[in-house]
T-cell receptor
Framework: QKEVEQDPGPLSVPEGAIVSLNCTYS??????FMWYRQYSRKGPELLMY????GNKEDGRFTAQVDKSSKYISLFIRDSQPSDSATYLC?????????FGAGTTVTVRA | NAGVTQTPKFQVLKTGQSMTLQCAQD?????MYWYRQDPGMGLRLIYY???????DKGEVPNGYNVSRLNKREFSLRLESAAPSQTSVYFC???????????FGQGTRLTVV
């Protein structure tokens, strides 16, 4: 069983909609959580970084972590066609960094 | 600032051939990682190096070896390539535990 589970989608939404992405994890030692965005044929780029439980907001992006339920979320408000990409969640407790399968999102103009 | 640089970008190998994938970072990071990415599987950790002089197995280490040449460089070697090793390989680095990781642009490897 993977340490981080993520629904691969795909997810298709109209422009301006809210995109909601979720992951669950099994490793209780995870303290650090990340969301990466990956465009086709490119390397992943860091989108959001959070420590422990709570919310973090950066522009149109909000990351949430609920350690009690081992649940990680990413919300994208006012989605744009340029947000079309694969989004990967990740968790880390020490030096190992474990990723979910990634969710492919398409924002339709 | 180049960040994480991987070479080569593309490679085609015949079954049984060997090759080394190179990775270098210029951010003075302590930890470096090798992942493979296959459709529907996300990023799976092959090996990592927490600091110079140490290496550890990840989720899928079989068929691979690594060398942490110095603080900047971390190479991945396929001794006898198999079609199952056809994948996109990513190198990443981070300052240490609890910090964000930065990725290279990937190496697309096809084994025929």
């Amino acid at each position: 069983q993977k340490e981080v589970e993520q629904d691969p989608g795909p997810l298709s939404v109209p422009e301006g909609a809210i995109v909601s992405l979720n992951c669950t994890y099994s490793n209780s030692a995870f303290q650090y959580f990340m969301w990466y965005r990956q465009y086709s044929r490119k390397g992943p780029e860091l989108l959001m970084y959070t420590y422990s439980s709570g919310n973090k907001e950066d522009g149109r992006f909000t990351a949430q972590v609920d350690k009690s339920s081992k649940y990680i979320s990413l919300f994208i408000r006012d989605s744009q066609p340029s947000d079309s990409a694969t989004y990967l969640c990740a968790g880390s407790g020490d030096y190992k960094l474990s990723f979910g399968a990634g969710t492919t999102v398409t924002v339709r103009a | 600032n180049a960040g994480v640089t991987q070479t080569p970008k593309f490679q085609v190998l015949k079954t049984g051939q060997s090759m080394t994938l190179q990775c270098a970072q210029d951010m003075n990071h302590n930890s470096m990682y090798w992942y493979r990415q296959d459709p529907g599987m996300g990023l799976r950790l092959i090996y990592y190096s927490a600091s110079e002089g140490t290496t550890d197995k990840g989720e899928v280490p079989n068929g691979y070896n690594v060398s942490r040449l110095n603080k900047r460089e971390f190479s991945l070697r396929l001794e006898s390539a198999a079609p199952s090793q056809t994948s996109v390989y990513f190198c990443a680095s981070r300052q240490g535990a609890g910090t964000e990781a930065f990725f290279g642009q990937g190496t697309r490897l096809t084994v025929v």
